[in-house]
T-cell receptor
Framework: KQEVTQIPAALSVPEGENLVLNCSFTDSAIYNLQWFRQDPGKGLTSLLL?????REQTSGRLNASLDKSSGRSTLYIAASQPGDSATYLCAVVTDSWGKFQFGAGTQVVVTP | GAGVSQSPSNKVTEKGKDVELRCDPISGHTALYWYRQSLGQGLEFLIYFQGNSAPDKSGLPSDRFSAERTGGSVSTLTIQRTQQEDSAVYLC???????????????FGSGTRLTVV
C-alpha cells in the first residue's frame, strides 16, 4: 500500500529565507505527483504537477523536484514571504483511476 | 464555470438526519472526485467518477454514503443517518483526466464543512 510522508510537519521561518519541504512515498510506481497549498478554511490550490517522466517543475519562486527511484520529492520556495504561510500537501497518483494518495501536509509559517 | 463550485459551504445538521452535498465541476472536465478531510487528518479518497464508466466507490466508509453524477456534470454526495464522526470538510475535485490518471492535474472546490451535532 502506498504511503506518503511529509517532513517536517510544521516549519517556521523568517521572511526572506528559502523553504524546503520534503515528501517521500513508499511505492515508486507512480504516474505523477502534485504539490498543493491549503489556506485555513479553504480548499486546495494546485501549485505544481510533475509527470512521472519529469525530474522537476518550476513556477515563479517555486521549484519541485522528483526522484522516483528513491521515492522523494522536494518543494523549494525561494525568498519566502508572509503570504506563503499555509499548509503544503504532496499527493501521488498510483492507479489508473487517477485518485491521489495525500501526505498529511507541512504547516508553514513565515514571520515578517 | 471558472472553477469547481461546492454548496453549501457550511452545513450543521443533527445526528441521524440525511444531508446532500453538491459539486459543480469545471465545464468539460470528465473526471470528478470526492475527498474528505477530518480535523487533524489527511485527505481521504471517497469516490471517483469518469465519464460513463462505473464509479470507483472503494473509498466510501459505509453504506450510509452514496454519490451520483447526473449528465456527466453535477455530482451529489449523500450521507444518510449522519453520525458525529461524519463531521469533516468534504472536498470535490475535477480533472480533464479522461482516464489519463490525472495527468492534467486536479482543480479543487472550496469544500463543504459538515458539522454533525
Amino acid at each position: 500500500k502506498q504511503e506518503v510522508t511529509q517532513i517536517p510537519a510544521a516549519l517556521s521561518v523568517p521572511e526572506g529565507e528559502n523553504l524546503v519541504l520534503n515528501c517521500s512515498f513508499t511505492d515508486s510506481a507512480i504516474y505523477n505527483l502534485q504539490w498543493f497549498r491549503q489556506d485555513p478554511g479553504k480548499g486546495l490550490t494546485s501549485l505544481l504537477l510533475i509527470q512521472s517522466s519529469q525530474r522537476e517543475q518550476t513556477s515563479g519562486r517555486l521549484n519541485a523536484s522528483l526522484d522516483k527511484s528513491s521515492g522523494r520529492s522536494t518543494l523549494y520556495i525561494a525568498a519566502s514571504q508572509p503570504g506563503d504561510s499555509a499548509t503544503y500537501l504532496c499527493a501521488v497518483v498510483t492507479d489508473s483511476w487517477g485518485k491521489f494518495q495525500f501526505g498529511a501536509g507541512t504547516q508553514v509559517v513565515v514571520t515578517p | 464555470g471558472a472553477g469547481v463550485s461546492q454548496s453549501p459551504s457550511n452545513k450543521v445538521t443533527e445526528k441521524g438526519k440525511d444531508v446532500e452535498l453538491r459539486c459543480d465541476p469545471i465545464s468539460g472536465h470528465t473526471a470528478l472526485y470526492w475527498y474528505r478531510q477530518s480535523l487533524g487528518q489527511g485527505l481521504e479518497f471517497l469516490i471517483y467518477f469518469q465519464g460513463n464508466s462505473a464509479p470507483d466507490k472503494s473509498g466510501l466508509p459505509s453504506d450510509r454514503f452514496s454519490a451520483e453524477r447526473t449528465g456527466g456534470s453535477v455530482s451529489t454526495l449523500t450521507i444518510q443517518r449522519t453520525q458525529q464522526e461524519d463531521s469533516a470538510v468534504y472536498l470535490c475535485a475535477s480533472s480533464l483526466g479522461q482516464g489519463l490518471r490525472g495527468d492534467y492535474g486536479y482543480t479543487f472546490g472550496s469544500g463543504t464543512r459538515l458539522t454533525v451535532v
